[in-house]
C-alpha cells in the first residue's frame, strides 16, 4: 500500500510544479514527474511479490508479474519523449520570441 | 462489414506518413490527398449509417476472446460512434476543402495536412476504441497533434497560447491515465466492456468513485468544461481558421465529452450523484463562458468562448440522462459542430480579406463580402437559437427536458444562457458586418473559390439539420444513437457476446 500512496505523492510533487513554478523549464519538469509517477505507478499494479518472468513454459504454481503493464508503459514512455520534444521546442521559441522563461513576463494573450 | 472499422484510423494515418515523402517533390499533393482521405472517410461514415442499431466489434489483429476473456484491442461500432464518426468526419471534410485556399498564407502546407491526418486518425481512434489504454494513446495522438498545429503560425501570441494548451493538456492526459491505472488494479482488464462486467461483479467501491473524479478533472480539462478552461480562449484562436473549426467544433467533443460520456454511461454506470455534478458544471460552464464572451473584441476569442458555453448545453444534457435530454445533448453536439465550424471558418475569411480579428476595426462588409457575411448570418442564427435553424431546435429540447425531469431552475439558467447567446452574437454580427467601418475596406474582396463552397456547404446544413427531427428520420437516425446510451450497461454484453 506504501509504494502506492508514494506514487501518489510524487504526482501530486510533480503537480504542484506544474501549477506554482514560474519558469517554463521548470513546468515541464513538473510535467515529467507527473508523467513518470503515472509509469511507476502503473509498474507497480503489476508487480507480484517474489514473481518472475512470465516467460518459462510448462511451469504450474510459480508466481508470475504481470507483463502488460510493463509492456504498456513502454509505450507510455515513448509517447511522454514526443509530448516533452515538442513542449521542450515550444519553450526554446518562446524563449527567442519573448527573450525571457518567466511566464509572468510572457502575456500578450489576456481577457 | 467488419473491415470498414479500422480504416478509419488506417487511412488518415497512412496518409500523414506517405504526405511529407511525396510532398517535398509536389506541392499540391497536400491538397489532394487531404480531401480525397477526408472525402472517402465522410462516404464512409455516412454509409456507416446504416448499421446504426447494431454493435459490431473488430479484433485488431485477430486477437479475439480466450475463454471469454477478450485479451486483445477491440475496436466498437456502436450507434453513438456511428454518429460521432459521421460529425468529426463532416468538419473535416470542410476543413480540408476551405485549408486548399486559406493555408496559401502559411509556409508549409504539407507539414500543416500531415499534422491535420494525424489528429483527424487519432479522433477517429477515440470514437472506435473499445480498450482503455488505446482510448488513452489515440487521446494523445489526437492532443500531440493539436498541440502542433496551434502553434503552427510560430507567431509569439501562437506560441504562447500551446505551451499554455499543452500544459493543461498534459495535466489532463495524465489523470486519465492515472484513473485508467487505478481501474486496471481494481479490475486486472483494460477492455472497456470487460471493465464494466468486473464493475458489475464486484460493485463499485470507493476506489471507482475516485476514478470517477480523475477522469471528470481529466476529460473536463480535455473538454474545457469551465473550472478546467483557461487554455482554450489562448488556444483556439490562435489556430489557423480551419484547425479553430476542427479544434472548437468537434475536438473538445470527441475526445473531451465523447469518452467521458461513453465511460459514465456505459462502462461505470451513471447514477445521481454524477448526474448531479454534470449539471452543476453544466451551468457554471454555460454561465461564465457566455458573459466573458459578450466582452470580447477579438472575434476569434469572443468565438473560442462561446465554445464553453455551448460546450455547457451538452453537458447539460448528458447530465440530466433522461432519453430526452439526450437526444437534445446529441442534437445539439452536432448543431454545434456546424454553426461554430461555420462562424470559426467565416472569422478566417474575414482575416483573410480584411487581415485583423478585431470587431472594432471591421464593419460594412456585408456588401464588400455578400457570402461569407450571408453565411455567418446563417450560423448566428442557428446559434443564438432562431427558429427555424438547428441550434433552436436542440436548445428547446434540453430546456423541455429539463422541465420534464423536473428541474424548473436548471431550465432557467438554461434559458438564461440562451438568452446571453443572442446577446454576444448580436454584438459580432453587428461589428463585423453591419456597423460603421473602423477602417478602409473599399479594396475588400470576397474569398477565393473554395473558402465559399465550404462556407456554402456548412450553412446549408446549419439549415436543413432541423428535417432530423421529423418523425421517421429521427427514428432511423437518433433515437438508436440515444439507445445506446439509456441502455447502459448493456453496452457490456453486446461487446462480449
Given at each position: 500500500m506504501i509504494h502506492y500512496l508514494l506514487g501518489i505523492l510524487l504526482f501530486v510533487i510533480g503537480l504542484y510544479g506544474v501549477l506554482v513554478k514560474r519558469n517554463l523549464f521548470k513546468i515541464i519538469i513538473g510535467l515529467i514527474i507527473m508523467e513518470y509517477a503515472t509509469f511507476l505507478l502503473f509498474a507497480l499494479v503489476g508487480f507480484r511479490e517474489h514473481g518472475t518472468a512470465p516467460i518459462q513454459p510448462g511451469v504450474a504454481g510459480k508466481v508470475f508479474v504481470d507483463p502488460l503493464p510493463q509492456a504498456l508503459v513502454l509505450t507510455a514512455i515513448v509517447i511522454g519523449l514526443g509530448t516533452t520534444a515538442l513542449i521542450a521546442g515550444l519553450a526554446v521559441r518562446i524563449y527567442e520570441k519573448y527573450g525571457t522563461l518567466d511566464i509572468r513576463k510572457i502575456k500578450k494573450l489576456k481577457g | 462489414m467488419v473491415n470498414s472499422i479500422p480504416l478509419f484510423v488506417v487511412i488518415p494515418l497512412g496518409c500523414a506518413f506517405i504526405l511529407p515523402v511525396i510532398g517535398r517533390r509536389w506541392e499540391r499533393a497536400g491538397d489532394l490527398f487531404a480531401n480525397l482521405v477526408t472525402v472517402t472517410l465522410l462516404g464512409l461514415a455516412i454509409w456507416s449509417v446504416r448499421f446504426i442499431r447494431e454493435t459490431t466489434v473488430y479484433h485488431v489483429g485477430g486477437w479475439g476472446a480466450v475463454n471469454g476473456i477478450p485479451i486483445g484491442i477491440y475496436l466498437v461500432r456502436d450507434g453513438l460512434s456511428i454518429f460521432m464518426l459521421v460529425v468529426v468526419n463532416l468538419i473535416a471534410f470542410v476543413a480540408t476543402l476551405y485549408s486548399i485556399n486559406y493555408m496559401e498564407y502559411f509556409t508549409d502546407k504539407t507539414k500543416y495536412y500531415t499534422l491535420f491526418m494525424l489528429m483527424l486518425a487519432g479522433m477517429n481512434g477515440v470514437i472506435l476504441t473499445g480498450d482503455f489504454f488505446n482510448l488513452y494513446v489515440f487521446i494523445e495522438i489526437a492532443a500531440i497533434a493539436s498541440y502542433a498545429l496551434v502553434a503552427f503560425g510560430t507567431e509569439a501570441e501562437e506560441l504562447e497560447a500551446a505551451f499554455k494548451y499543452q500544459v493543461m493538456g498534459s495535466v489532463g492526459s495524465g489523470f486519465i491515465l492515472l484513473g485508467i491505472i487505478l481501474l486496471y488494479s481494481y479490475t486486472g482488464t483494460l477492455n472497456m466492456a470487460d471493465v464494466g462486467?468486473?464493475?458489475?461483479?464486484?460493485?463499485?467501491?470507493?476506489?471507482?468513485?475516485?476514478?470517477?473524479?480523475?477522469?471528470?478533472?481529466?476529460?473536463?480539462?480535455?473538454?474545457?468544461?469551465?473550472?478546467?478552461?483557461?487554455?482554450?480562449?489562448?488556444?483556439?484562436?490562435?489556430?489557423?481558421?480551419?484547425?479553430?473549426?476542427?479544434?472548437?467544433?468537434?475536438?473538445?467533443?470527441?475526445?473531451?465529452?465523447?469518452?467521458?460520456?461513453?465511460?459514465?454511461?456505459?462502462?461505470?454506470?451513471?447514477?445521481?450523484?454524477?448526474?448531479?455534478?454534470?449539471?452543476?458544471?453544466?451551468?457554471?460552464?454555460?454561465?461564465?463562458?457566455?458573459?466573458?464572451?459578450?466582452?470580447?473584441?477579438?472575434?476569434?476569442?469572443?468565438?473560442?468562448?462561446?465554445?464553453?458555453?455551448?460546450?455547457?448545453?451538452?453537458?447539460?444534457?448528458?447530465?440530466?440522462?433522461?432519453?430526452?435530454?439526450?437526444?437534445?445533448?446529441?442534437?445539439?453536439?452536432?448543431?454545434?459542430?456546424?454553426?461554430?465550424?461555420?462562424?470559426?471558418?467565416?472569422?478566417?475569411?474575414?482575416?483573410?480579406?480584411?487581415?485583423?480579428?478585431?470587431?472594432?476595426?471591421?464593419?460594412?462588409?456585408?456588401?464588400?463580402?455578400?457570402?461569407?457575411?450571408?453565411?455567418?448570418?446563417?450560423?448566428?442564427?442557428?446559434?443564438?437559437?432562431?427558429?427555424?435553424?438547428?441550434?433552436?431546435?436542440?436548445?428547446?429540447?434540453?430546456?423541455?427536458?429539463?422541465?420534464?425531469?423536473?428541474?424548473?431552475?436548471?431550465?432557467?439558467?438554461?434559458?438564461?444562457?440562451?438568452?446571453?447567446?443572442?446577446?454576444?452574437?448580436?454584438?459580432?454580427?453587428?461589428?463585423?458586418?453591419?456597423?460603421?467601418?473602423?477602417?478602409?475596406?473599399?479594396?475588400?474582396?470576397?474569398?477565393?473559390?473554395?473558402?465559399?463552397?465550404?462556407?456554402?456547404?456548412?450553412?446549408?446544413?446549419?439549415?436543413?439539420?432541423?428535417?432530423?427531427?421529423?418523425?421517421?428520420?429521427?427514428?432511423?437516425?437518433?433515437?438508436?444513437?440515444?439507445?445506446?446510451?439509456?441502455?447502459?450497461?448493456?453496452?457490456?454484453?453486446?461487446?462480449?457476446?
Open positions: - | 462486467r468486473v464493475i458489475l461483479d464486484k460493485g463499485a467501491s470507493n476506489l471507482v468513485w475516485f476514478v470517477n473524479v480523475l477522469f471528470i478533472v481529466g476529460f473536463g480539462l480535455k473538454a474545457a468544461v469551465v473550472p478546467f478552461h483557461m487554455w482554450l480562449p489562448d488556444a483556439h484562436p490562435s489556430a489557423p481558421a480551419p484547425i479553430s473549426a476542427m479544434l472548437s467544433g468537434v475536438l473538445i467533443e470527441s475526445i473531451g465529452v465523447y469518452p467521458l460520456t461513453r465511460i459514465m454511461y456505459n462502462v461505470i454506470g451513471f447514477d445521481g450523484v454524477l448526474s448531479n455534478i454534470l449539471i452543476v458544471l453544466a451551468i457554471i460552464s454555460m454561465m461564465i463562458g457566455g458573459l466573458l464572451a459578450l466582452w470580447q473584441w477579438d472575434y476569434k476569442r469572443l468565438l473560442a468562448y462561446s465554445s464553453i458555453s455551448q460546450v455547457g448545453y451538452i453537458l447539460l444534457g448528458i447530465g440530466l440522462g433522461t432519453p430526452l435530454g439526450l437526444l437534445g445533448a446529441l442534437f445539439h453536439l452536432f448543431n454545434h459542430s456546424a454553426f461554430k465550424g461555420l462562424l470559426f471558418l467565416d472569422s478566417g475569411s474575414i482575416v483573410y480579406s480584411v487581415g485583423t480579428r478585431d470587431l472594432r476595426e471591421m464593419g460594412e462588409l456585408d456588401r464588400r463580402m455578400p457570402i461569407t457575411s450571408k453565411t455567418n448570418l446563417v450560423a448566428a442564427m442557428s446559434i443564438a437559437g432562431v427558429p427555424p435553424f438547428n441550434g433552436f431546435w436542440s436548445k428547446l429540447i434540453i430546456i423541455i427536458a429539463c422541465i420534464q425531469a423536473g428541474r424548473y431552475g436548471v431550465a432557467g439558467w438554461a434559458i438564461l444562457g440562451s438568452i446571453l447567446t443572442f446577446a454576444y452574437i448580436l454584438k459580432a454580427e453587428r461589428y463585423a458586418f453591419y456597423g460603421k467601418a473602423g477602417r478602409d475596406v473599399a479594396d475588400v474582396k470576397e474569398s477565393p473559390p473554395f473558402m465559399c463552397i465550404a462556407l456554402i456547404i456548412l450553412a446549408v446544413i446549419c439549415v436543413v439539420a432541423g428535417l432530423m427531427l421529423l418523425p421517421n428520420v429521427r427514428e432511423t437516425i437518433l433515437f438508436p444513437v440515444v439507445n445506446t446510451l439509456t441502455s447502459g450497461t448493456e453496452y457490456i454484453w453486446r461487446v462480449l457476446r
